[in-house]
């Protein structure tokens, strides 16, 4: 059965930081790609970032230069460091996985930013 299971959303100011993680379990770890992806209220889910099994990493162009993803394949944990937070990207993020043909979802963890 595969898990995802995400935490250390909350509140910040803006120009803040903040560190989500995201535990795995069920799957073989190191071979999948990851996902971190948001959700503002009323809008829809969107990827925010990827890393890929050999370390590759994406970024959609809003959070370039201030979110960086990264793994531990040991902890079998993917992380995002959210620094210089903005106002718009309060909402839920979620951590996924595509594997055994379906894509896997967590259950989200809120972060809100304010001005």
């Known amino acids: 059965q595969v898990r995802l299971v995400e935490r250390g959303g909350g509140s910040v100011q803006s120009g803040g930081s903040r560190r989500l993680s995201c535990a795995a379990s069920?799957?073989?770890?190191?071979?999948?790609?990851m996902d971190w992806n948001h959700q503002a209220l009323g809008k829809q889910r969107e990827l925010v970032a990827r890393?890929?099994?050999?370390?590759?990493?994406s970024y959609t162009d809003s959070v370039k230069g201030r979110f960086t993803i990264s793994r531990d394949n040991i902890r079998n944990m993917v992380y995002l460091q959210m620094n210089n937070l903005l106002p718009e990207d309060t909402g839920v993020y979620y951590c996924?996985?595509?594997?055994?043909?379906?894509?896997?979802w967590g259950q989200g963890t809120q972060v809100t930013v304010s001005s």
């Open positions: 069920g799957i073989n770890f190191k071979l999948y790609t």
């Open positions: 996924s996985v595509n594997a055994r043909g379906r894509q896997f």
């Open positions: 890393i890929e099994s050999g370390g590759t990493t």
